[in-house]
């Protein structure tokens, strides 16, 4: 009989062995100082197996011919200005939203990931966490390229770098990945690896990708596949991830249970900007919100959670609000950034009928009681001339930072506030959720950079709203207000005159 | 139609239909494949075709590139079989499985004993000269004229008596082909079958104490592997959790007890779930979980558990196993999957649990 041919697992194993050592010099606790204070105990770092079985060549060998295929279609698009393809101007303000609100994180988490690679002390997640790493800055960069071409002709996305750090929604999802970022290395795993990457990850980037492919903007539809070709390592180990924490210890399951409950919290409360998007933003819509959270959360969380009940964890704390909360929240969301809109690096606009016919059938129980009337009065506000503007800035929720509109679970006509107290000082709240956070951890959250906080405190470039928006470098007339009359509508609708002419 | 798919490094043939995606194929097989999006955009469940030809169907062309597709590598989420194909996944080789052809069987019902009010036991002795080789634990196919297919039983007698296998089945109130076994098979007659299939069998080169939980006929497998085992002078702990509803439900105690009382490692634990209170009965009452519960204190760690039963009693012990900390790599369950097992909706948090 032939000798037998090496498992693919096997021959991984003889590739990889000799990857990590016990260090002499100096004791181990001491290179890696960060992976004991957070109460995890691990007994057995070899335990963890390695799913991903993918040597470094192999991963540069792949990750080159995503890059070159994907540049390929960048190319294609740009030379045959795909961009005046797309079903209509309005989209591009979704390619906006993503490039500054969601791009960014894209860096934090390559940054994350490289400082959590660093200090874990087992092998196999270090490398993992380094590989992760090289994709989220391998999709920074192709988000910023595919986006490029959009720049070239439309407003709001030439300071997305600095805006990220200054701006008031945009201190969402920051606050979202610095919250992550300054945990210890254990949490941030649970929080980007196993909440964002695994159970959020879907509701993220399938409406945005499939907004995309609806939406003619084979651009983006491309970078989306080629970063989901990198999302299998990320998902399983955000699975891995918490298996192992699961299995190595009992005093591990109410450290996991707790961070479970903040980051799902945290993740459905950033979530909500998708929420707008595919409800409000996409011409032509793929499903509503609420669908989308029936799928990718009821459903699939579902037999997730069923699955790690096993272990003794719980569905996140608050699941089922967040579930009654979809109904809710893109509607809320969007009479913020309509009330806001000189303050928004994109434009918005109020729906027409045919989308408000949409939103009736989509939201049977919510929409026409709630919602309807209000979009209505402000439709009819905008023809006598009186287009309605909040010129007041907003409370911040201290925890998630999004402003606090957001109504009391069972009750859509009344806001929900929360508050605690701490050294003397009152910290307020959007939700049960978010309180919980906060008082699990007082000291971090006190610290909070809140965008109106900083205006008020005289950080933000002066008092005034023009002060505020020259800070942020928002192109004002341009880069913010509504879609009618912008720019952008005025350089789309040349574009579909001049088609319509030489179609004659 | 369809195509026979071969799987490396499990050597398993299975076959596939027509439309049918590899990964759905094998799953419902029972072999787990590494997978995740489910739709060809993943790559998760990249897989290597050694031989035959696929149609890739929908895998994006960034989770497959053309030069993995040049590589004989496919998608086993999208892959379609055009040919009879053999394909090598990322399958963890197990030491302890042998690679036993399955072969097609002719034998005589020796023996029928009423084990009890709906279990029969039949004795299939094979042919003069012709003997069966299988792993304690496995199972065989046995044609059932009445419903023009098959029905899979565990083989309940250990390896060493491979000129016949005895099976135990319960009669499934209105269920055809046991009916058919209880009703209609007599001593002399002449039955079919195939086998051995299955991977559930003992783990034996990992060592260790051994646990062993089983729901009524499911009894069969864990029976085929102490005989087994005791035969050989396996010396770790094993104990056996039988579970069934009453008294009357209960089979092979004398046997158990027997072994018990020649093997000092070997415990033999019956369970009634359902036997009435005022009953004389001095064992452990409670469902197996409970029972295993309570005689291990709630603890697991170090064992190495096979579970065979209803899908229920299944469950809940793997609950109860890993509430006391034996976890997915220390388990192993045989359940027979049906067509509509594969569609239930499972996450990827196990694999074989």
Same mark, same amino acid.
């Not at chain 1, 959720?433 to 906080?453: A, R, T």
């Not at chain 2, 003069?128 to 007698?157: E, K, M, W």
């Given at each position: 009989?032939?000798?037998?041919?090496?498992?693919?697992?096997?021959?991984?194993?003889?590739?990889?062995?000799?990857?990590?050592?016990?260090?002499?010099?100096?004791?181990?606790?001491?290179?890696?100082?960060?992976?004991?204070?957070?109460?995890?105990?691990?007994?057995?770092?070899?335990?963890?197996?390695?799913?991903?079985?993918?040597?470094?060549?192999?991963?540069?060998?792949?990750?080159?011919?995503?890059?070159?295929?994907?540049?390929? %279609?960048?190319?294609?698009?740009?030379?045959?200005?795909?961009?005046?393809? +797309?079903?209509?101007?309005?989209?591009?303000?979704?390619?906006?939203?993503?490039?500054?609100?969601?791009?960014?994180?894209?860096?934090?988490?390559?940054?994350?990931?490289?400082?959590?690679?660093?200090?874990?002390?087992?092998?196999?997640?270090?490398?993992?966490?380094?590989?992760?790493?090289?994709?989220?800055?391998?999709?920074?960069?192709?988000?910023?390229?595919?986006?490029?071409?959009?720049?070239?002709?439309?407003?709001?996305?030439?300071?997305?770098?600095?805006? #990220?750090?200054?701006?008031?929604?945009?201190?969402?999802?920051?606050?979202?990945?610095?919250?992550?970022?300054?945990?210890?290395?254990?949490?941030?795993?649970?929080?980007?690896?196993?909440?964002?990457?695994?159970?959020?990850?879907?509701?993220?980037? %399938?409406?945005?990708?499939?907004?995309?492919?609806?939406?003619?903007?084979? !651009?983006?539809?491309?970078?989306?596949?080629?970063?989901?070709?990198?999302? !299998?390592?990320?998902?399983?180990?955000?699975?891995?991830?918490?298996?192992?924490?699961?299995?190595?210890?009992?005093?591990?399951?109410?450290?996991?249970?707790?961070?479970?409950?903040?980051?799902?919290?945290?993740?459905?409360?950033?979530?909500?900007?998708?929420?707008?998007?595919?409800?409000?933003?996409?011409?032509?819509?793929?499903?509503?919100?609420?669908? /989308?959270?029936?799928?990718?959360?009821?459903?699939?969380?579902?037999?997730?959670?069923?699955?790690?009940?096993?272990?003794?964890?719980?569905?996140?704390?608050?699941?089922?609000?967040?579930?009654?909360?979809?109904?809710?929240?893109? #509607?809320?969301?969007?009479?913020?950034?309509?009330?806001?809109?000189?303050?928004?690096?994109?434009?918005?606009?109020?729906?027409?009928?045919?989308?408000?016919?949409?939103? !009736?059938?989509?939201?049977?129980?919510?929409?026409?009681?709630?919602?309807?009337?209000?979009?209505?009065?402000?439709?009819?506000?905008?023809?006598?001339?009186?287009?309605?503007?909040?010129?007041?800035?907003?409370?911040?929720?201290?925890?998630?930072?999004?402003?606090?509109?957001?109504?009391?679970?069972?009750?859509?006509?009344?806001?929900?506030?929360?508050?605690?107290?701490?050294?003397?000082?009152?910290?307020?709240?959007?939700?049960?959720?978010?309180?919980?956070?906060?008082?699990?951890?007082?000291?971090? $959250?006190?610290?909070?950079?809140?965008?109106? #906080?900083?205006?008020?405190?005289?950080?933000?470039?002066?008092?005034?709203? &023009? @002060?505020?928006?020259?800070?942020?470098?928002?192109?004002?007339?341009?880069?913010?207000?509504?879609?009618?009359?912008?720019?952008?509508?005025?350089?789309?609708?040349?574009? #579909?005159?001049?088609?319509?002419?030489?179609?004659? | 139609?369809?195509?026979?798919?071969? =799987?490396?490094?499990?050597?398993?043939? =299975?076959?596939?239909?027509?439309?049918?995606?590899?990964?759905?194929?094998?799953?419902?097989?029972?072999?787990?494949? &590494?997978?995740?999006?489910?739709?060809?955009?993943?790559?998760?469940?990249?897989? @290597?075709?050694?031989?035959?030809? %696929?149609?890739?169907?929908?895998?994006?062309?960034?989770?497959?590139?053309?030069?993995?597709?040049?590589?004989?590598?496919?998608? /086993?989420?999208?892959?379609?079989?055009?040919?009879?194909?053999?394909?090598?996944?990322?399958?963890?080789?197990?030491?302890?499985?042998?690679?036993?052809? +399955?072969?097609?069987? /002719?034998?005589?019902?020796?023996?029928?004993?009423?084990?009890?009010?709906?279990?029969?036991?039949?004795?299939?002795?094979?042919?003069?000269?012709?003997?069966?080789?299988?792993?304690?634990?496995?199972?065989?196919?046995?044609?059932?004229?009445? *419903?023009?297919?098959?029905?899979?039983?565990? =083989?309940?007698?250990?390896?060493?008596?491979?000129?016949?296998?005895?099976?135990?089945?319960?009669?499934?109130?209105?269920?055809?082909?046991?009916?058919?076994?209880?009703?209609?098979?007599?001593?002399?007659?002449?039955?079919?079958?195939?086998?051995?299939?299955?991977?559930?069998?003992?783990?034996?080169?990992?060592?260790?104490?051994?646990?062993?939980?089983?729901?009524?006929?499911?009894?069969?497998?864990?029976?085929?592997?102490?005989?087994?085992?005791?035969?050989?002078?396996? *010396?770790?702990?094993?104990?056996?959790?039988?579970?069934?509803?009453?008294?009357?439900?209960?089979?092979?105690?004398?046997?158990?007890?027997?072994?018990?009382?020649?093997?000092?490692?070997?415990? $033999? *634990?019956?369970?009634?779930?359902?036997?009435?209170?005022?009953?004389?009965?001095?064992?452990?009452?409670?469902?197996?979980?409970?029972?295993?519960?309570?005689?291990?204190?709630?603890?697991?760690?170090?064992?190495?558990?096979?579970?065979?039963?209803?899908?229920?009693?299944?469950?809940?012990?793997?609950?109860?196993?890993?509430?006391?900390?034996?976890?997915?790599?220390?388990?192993?369950?045989?359940?027979?999957?049906?067509?509509?097992?594969?569609?239930?909706?499972?996450?990827?948090?196990?694999?074989? =649990?």
């Amino acid at each position: 009989m032939a000798p037998k041919k090496l498992g693919l697992k096997q021959r991984y194993a003889h590739m990889t062995r000799g990857l990590d050592w016990e260090t002499t010099y100096q004791p181990m606790d001491a290179v890696f100082p960060y992976d004991t204070f957070e109460g995890i105990k691990i007994k057995d770092w070899s335990a963890w197996e390695d799913p991903f079985r993918l040597t470094m060549d192999a991963y540069w060998k792949f990750q080159a011919e995503k890059e070159r295929k994907l540049y390929a %279609v960048l190319d294609a698009f740009a030379q045959n200005n795909g961009q005046t393809g +797309v079903s209509d101007g309005r989209y591009v303000n979704v390619v906006k939203l993503f490039l500054t609100g969601i791009s960014p994180e894209e860096y934090q988490a390559h940054r994350g990931f490289a400082f959590t690679g660093r200090h874990l002390r087992g092998a196999g997640p270090r490398v993992a966490c380094q590989m992760q790493s090289l994709d989220e800055l391998r999709h920074i960069q192709t988000q910023i390229h595919t986006i490029s071409h959009y720049n070239k002709y439309f407003d709001g996305i030439s300071e997305f770098p600095h805006m #990220h750090d200054r701006v008031w929604y945009l201190s969402v999802p920051k606050s979202f990945f610095d919250d992550a970022r300054t945990a210890g290395p254990f949490e941030f795993m649970i929080a980007i690896g196993f909440a964002f990457e695994y159970v959020l990850t879907n509701l993220l980037f %399938v409406p945005f990708m499939s907004g995309a492919a609806y939406n003619g903007d084979m !651009s983006t539809v491309t970078f989306g596949f080629s970063a989901q070709s990198d999302e !299998s390592r990320h998902m399983t180990l955000g699975i891995e991830v918490i298996k192992f924490l699961l299995e190595q210890h009992p005093d591990n399951l109410p450290i996991v249970q707790k961070w479970v409950d903040k980051w799902f919290w945290r993740g459905h409360r950033v979530l909500g900007l998708v929420a707008m998007m595919m409800d409000y933003m996409l011409p032509k819509k793929v499903m509503s919100w609420k669908e /989308a959270w029936e799928i990718y959360f009821t459903e699939a969380g579902g037999s997730l959670f069923q699955d790690l009940a096993r272990y003794g964890l719980k569905a996140p704390k608050y699941a089922d609000v967040a579930t009654a909360d979809a109904e809710h929240i893109s #509607h809320q969301n969007w009479a913020v950034f309509y009330q806001y809109t000189h303050a928004a690096a994109f434009h918005t606009w109020m729906p027409d009928k045919e989308h408000l016919d949409w939103l !009736s059938e989509k939201y049977p129980n919510t929409f026409d009681k709630y919602y309807r009337p209000r979009w209505e009065m402000w439709a009819e506000m905008e023809k006598q001339g009186k287009r309605f503007y909040n010129p007041s800035l907003p409370q911040l929720c201290q925890v998630c930072q999004i402003p606090m509109a957001y109504t009391e679970p069972g009750d859509p006509t009344k806001i929900a506030f929360r508050c605690s107290e701490v050294g003397g000082e009152t910290y307020h709240f959007c939700s049960d959720g978010c309180k919980d956070i906060f008082d699990g951890e007082p000291e971090k $959250y006190v610290q909070s950079w809140l965008p109106v #906080h900083q205006i008020f405190q005289g950080a933000c470039g002066g008092a005034t709203i &023009p @002060d505020v928006l020259n800070y942020y470098r928002m192109n004002v007339g341009a880069d913010n207000m509504d879609y009618v009359g912008s720019p952008d509508e005025k350089l789309w609708n040349e574009w #579909h005159a001049g088609k319509a002419r030489e179609a004659v | 139609m369809g195509h026979d798919l071969t =799987i490396e490094p499990l050597g398993e043939t =299975i076959h596939v239909e027509d439309d049918q995606t590899i990964l759905d194929a094998c799953l419902r097989h029972g072999i787990w494949l &590494p997978h995740a999006c489910g739709h060809g955009l993943c790559g998760t469940c990249k897989v @290597d075709v050694v031989d035959g030809e %696929v149609d890739h169907a929908d895998a994006s062309p960034f989770a497959l590139m053309d030069f993995e597709r040049s590589d004989g590598k496919t998608l /086993a989420c999208t892959a379609r079989l055009l040919d009879d194909v053999t394909i090598e996944a990322e399958i963890d080789e197990d030491p302890d499985q042998r690679r036993i052809a +399955v072969a097609d069987y /002719a034998a005589t019902v020796t023996a029928i004993e009423d084990l009890t009010h709906d279990v029969k036991g039949l004795r299939l002795t094979l042919d003069p000269g012709t003997t069966i080789d299988f792993q304690a634990g496995q199972y065989v196919n046995l044609t059932i004229p009445a *419903v023009r297919g098959t029905r899979a039983f565990s =083989i309940a007698n250990p390896p060493q008596e491979n000129g016949h296998v005895d099976l135990q089945i319960r009669r499934v109130p209105g269920g055809v082909g046991t009916g058919w076994v209880h009703d209609a098979v007599k001593v002399g007659d002449r039955v079919a079958f195939s086998g051995p299939y299955g991977r559930f069998f003992v783990r034996k080169s990992r060592g260790g104490p051994l646990l062993f939980l089983a729901g009524g006929t499911g009894v069969s497998s864990p029976r085929s592997m102490i005989l087994d085992l005791s035969a050989e002078g396996y *010396v770790a702990p094993m104990t056996l959790i039988h579970g069934v509803r009453t008294q009357a439900d209960l089979y092979d105690r004398a046997l158990f007890e027997e072994l018990a009382a020649k093997h000092p490692n070997f415990r $033999y *634990v019956p369970a009634l779930s359902a036997e009435p209170e005022e009953s004389a009965w001095a064992g452990e009452r409670g469902f197996v979980h409970e029972v295993a519960e309570r005689v291990f204190e709630r603890r697991f760690e170090g064992m190495t558990a096979y579970l065979c039963g209803p899908p229920p009693m299944i469950e809940a012990s793997i609950g109860a196993l890993m509430k006391g900390r034996l976890f997915e790599r220390h388990i192993f369950t045989e359940r027979f999957l049906t067509a509509s097992d594969g569609a239930e909706k499972k996450s990827p948090v196990f694999r074989r =649990i």
